[in-house]
């Protein structure tokens, strides 16, 4: 069974600070995927990692992916308030129907 | 396009009552999931469709949820009868795996409580 497992799960975090969320998987895999939700809302695709190395940035977000590792990585530069929502990776493994497994979601607070 | 449309964006019944969730996907997208999302168990998938045939079902909690796509463009899942423990967000997300595009998009989801 797949296990994806997103650390930390609550970031509170200065604004203009850098920080990294960091997602393991259990299952060889070189798709992945992160999502943002703000409270009440849907998620919305933030990244799509597909190779071993790719890396992949918008903004002040910066995703990568160690596939040997079985690890991805979102980073956050110079945090605002905007950024303030929680963070899901989600793993595609290679060869399945094509389901997603989700962490558990990391709720990042930027405080001013 | 106007994305994965759900309805309705809340619903509110009482124990016993069965309950209609409704999705259309995005034209084109040939996969379809429905997921439920809590505070306690996170994003779980409930069972997906591929060409409107069902493909896993397996994270179908009990009997009591049924999921049909009868054509391409609409989807339902209906809980009956329902209980206080099925109060949760319902996503359904759609996706088309063709050269060079990946990932799901998902719907607002379906706020459901049950009292």
């Known amino acids: 069974e797949l296990k994806v497992e997103q650390n930390p799960l609550f970031l509170s975090m200065q604004e203009g600070k850098n920080y990294t969320i960091y997602c393991n998987y259990s299952?060889?895999?070189?798709?992945l995927y992160w999502y943002r939700q703000d409270p009440g809302k849907s998620l919305e695709s933030l990244f799509v990692?597909?190779?071993?190395?790719a890396v992949k940035q918008e903004g002040r977000l910066m995703a990568s992916l160690d596939t040997k590792a079985r690890l991805s990585t979102l980073h956050i530069t110079a945090a605002v308030h905007d950024l303030s929502a929680t963070y899901f990776c989600?793993?595609?493994?290679?060869?399945?129907?094509?389901?997603?497994?989700f962490g558990s979601g990391t709720q990042l607070t930027v405080l001013p | 396009d106007a994305g994965v449309i759900q309805s309705p964006r809340h619903e509110v019944t009482e124990m016993g009552q069965e309950v209609t969730l409704r999705c259309k996907p995005i034209?084109?997208?040939?996969?379809l999931f429905w997921y439920r999302q809590t505070m306690m168990r996170g994003l779980e998938l409930l069972i997906y469709f591929n060409n409107n045939v069902p493909i896993d079902d397996s994270g179908m909690p009990e009997d009591r949820f049924s999921a049909k796509m009868p054509n391409a463009s609409f989807s339902t899942l209906k809980i009956q009868p329902s209980e206080p423990r099925d109060s949760a967000v319902y996503f359904c997300?759609?996706?088309?795996?063709?050269?060079?595009?990946?990932?799901?998009?998902f719907g607002s989801g379906t706020r459901l409580t049950v009292v």
């Open positions: 997300a759609s996706s088309f795996y063709g050269t060079g595009r990946y990932g799901y998009t």
């Open positions: 299952t060889t895999s070189d798709r």
């Open positions: 989600a793993v595609d493994i290679p060869g399945s129907a094509r389901q997603l497994t």
């Open positions: 990692l597909l190779s071993n190395g």
């Open positions: 034209s084109g997208h040939d996969y």
